[in-house]
């Protein structure tokens, strides 16, 4: 096992489709590791491994709303799709 630490939120086919923060420090395998690093999206570290930031409480809609929406495309904090000035077919 190899400490990285991820220099962007990544997640990706290399890990499992698990997602990772951008500054979280964690141990994965030497081939994830070498991947990561020689993509520029991880650095090798002696840091001590960091915790994943706890998610939303599930209580509350307006977090979940925008814990869900953070970097979808064209989604807005209502939760409803962004304008993109189309009027429809012509």
Known sequence: MSK????????????????????????????????????????????????????APASDPDAIMNTANQGVAGATDDGQPAPTGKKGRK
């Open 4 to 55: 990285v630490k991820f220099l962007q939120d990544f997640q990706g086919v290399e890990t499992n489709n698990v997602f990772y923060l951008r500054g979280q420090v964690v141990d994965v395998s030497e081939g994830v590791a070498s991947r990561c690093v020689a993509d520029g999206r991880a650095e090798n570290t002696t840091e001590d491994l960091t915790a994943p930031e706890p998610a």
